[in-house]
Nanobody, 113 residues
Framework: VQLQASGGGLVQAGGSLRLSCTASGRIFTINSMGWYRQAPGKQRELVATITSGDITNYADSVKGRFTISRDNAKNTLQMSSLKPEDTAVYYC??????????WGQGTQVTVSS
C-alpha cells in the first residue's frame, strides 16, 4: 500500500485547511485510515482515525474542530478553527487487516497567531 498526502500549508489562527490522503495498491486490505501529527520536540500523536465501518476517533484537542471522512481509499481531514498549537507535520497512516501499518509522507501545517 502506498499513501499520497496532500494539503497543508500556512493559515492564520481561526482559519481552515484540508488534508487528503489517497491510498493505492492493495486497498482492499485497509482497515483504518487516519492522521497523526508531530510538533517540534514532541512525540507523534494521534489526530483522527476512521475505520472501514466509518467509526471515527479524535484526539480530545481537536474534537469539534476537525472532521475526518473517508471515500473508499481516500480520506480527508477537514480542519477548522485552527490554533497555533495545531502547528505540526501531519502524517497520513493506514492500518491493514492483519496489523501492518503504512505511513505517508508528512505535510506541514503552520498556524500563525
Amino acid at each position: 500500500v502506498q499513501l499520497q498526502a496532500s494539503g497543508g500549508g500556512l493559515v492564520q489562527a481561526g482559519g481552515s485547511l484540508r488534508l487528503s490522503c489517497t491510498a493505492s495498491g492493495r486497498i482492499f486490505t485497509i482497515n483504518s485510515m487516519g492522521w497523526y501529527r508531530q510538533a517540534p520536540g514532541k512525540q507523534r500523536e494521534l489526530v483522527a482515525t476512521i475505520t472501514s465501518g466509518d467509526i471515527t476517533n479524535y484526539a480530545d484537542s481537536v474534537k469539534g474542530r476537525f472532521t475526518i471522512s473517508r471515500d473508499n481509499a481516500k480520506n480527508t481531514l477537514q480542519m477548522s478553527s485552527l490554533k497555533p498549537e495545531d502547528t505540526a507535520v501531519y502524517y497520513c497512516r493506514t492500518d491493514l487487516f492483519g496489523g501492518r501499518i503504512y505511513w505517508g509522507q508528512g505535510t506541514q501545517v503552520t498556524v500563525s497567531s
